[in-house]
């Protein structure tokens, strides 16, 4: 147990439709990174938000976007779906800054089918 | 060429066997992480390790920065330990680590009864 819920657990969209993904980050935790991951391959990185700013971006184009919340939990956004953005989407929380130990715990994921 | 490689990429055991699964990198880091990832995707942190060796259990991590290889070691194996073994590096930046993490493709282990 990481302590770090994503909701849903599947989903399923048509092509052009948007949907949202959450993710509760473990308590005390600042920082929350988004991947996705297709089948058969390791996790991409997509976006990181630190305190509420994003705080770095993968090569997903600007129909991904997020949001972080005051109490740390986050928001996954998809515009515009694509076939080939169907895929688990994992989230991953951590606690940045002075003597942390950039530990990343992740959640289960969300499956995300696009027809 | 990846930045992290695996192998092998899938693996077939017998309950009891010592397995080994293998980790590069061609990039410096100041720790590499090993991930296990079970059917339906949850990951779990397994070791975050930046010299020598850690042990968890009947887990066994190891990592020579010079060489940028790692080896994750599993004693006694069990069905149980059936999953992808997942390696991770931080990218770095000017300022040294980042959160963001680079992943390898993964192992695919199936431990045999």
């Known amino acids: 147990e990481t302590g770090v819920t994503q909701s849903p657990t599947h989903l399923i969209k048509t092509r052009g439709q948007q949907v949202t993904l959450r993710c509760s980050s473990q308590s005390g935790h600042n920082t929350v990174s988004w991947y996705q991951q297709a089948l058969g391959q390791g996790p991409q990185f997509i976006f990181q938000?630190?305190?509420?700013?994003?705080?770095g971006r993968g090569n997903f184009p600007p129909r991904f976007s997020g949001l972080q919340f005051p109490n740390y939990s986050s928001e996954l956004n998809v515009n515009a779906l694509e076939l080939d953005d169907s895929a688990l989407y994992l989230c991953?929380?951590?606690?940045f800054g002075q003597g942390a130990k950039n530990i990343q715990y992740f959640g289960a994921g969300t499956r995300l089918s696009v027809l | 060429k990846n930045e992290v490689e695996q192998s092998p990429q899938n693996l077939t055991a017998q309950e009891g066997e010592f397995i080994t699964i293998n980790c590069s990198y061609s990039?410096?880091?100041?720790?590499l992480h090993w991930l296990q990832q079970h059917p339906g995707g949850g990951i779990v942190s397994l070791f975050m390790?930046?010299?020598g060796k850690k042990k968890h259990g009947r887990l066994i991590a190891t990592i020579n920065i010079q060489e940028k290889h790692s080896s994750l070691h599993i004693t006694a194996s069990h069905p149980r330990d059936s999953a992808v073994y997942i390696c991770a590096i931080p990218q770095m930046n000017y300022g040294g680590a980042t959160n963001k993490l680079i992943f390898g493709t993964g192992t695919l282990l199936a431990v045999q009864p």
């Open positions: 938000y630190y305190r509420e700013e994003e705080n």
């Open positions: 990039v410096g880091i100041s720790a």
């Open positions: 390790l930046s010299s």
């Open positions: 991953a929380s951590s606690k």
